[in-house]
């Protein structure tokens, strides 16, 4: 199976360029040429394991539960305000 899908939690940013380039997005095997809106996905965070993802894709593959985000795998620690407030 693809590594890119080996992955805990994923981070996603928004891209879109004027490079002449075309990628396949993993999550249908189609391709998308660079200039239309898409997202990245960074597996991990690891840029060298990014990959260029249609938009419609990445919310359907969230909807059926994959492609979790970091704070929804790991939450947060507590913040200061809240650790200095908690009840003990
Ligand atoms: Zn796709």
Known sequence: MDDFFRARWYTLRRAGSTKP???????CGRQMPALIDHLL??????HSRRRHAH???????RAAGRLPLREEVE?????????LLRRR
């Not at 996905?41 to 690891?46: G, I, R, S, T």
């Not at 938009?55 to 593959?61: G, K, L, Q």
């Open 21 to 27: 380039a075309t990628y396949r997005c993993p999550l």
């Open 55 to 61: 938009i419609e894709c990445v919310r359907a593959a």
């Open 41 to 46: 996905v960074f597996p991990e965070d690891d």
């Open 75 to 83: 939450p947060k620690p507590p913040g200061l305000l809240a650790r």
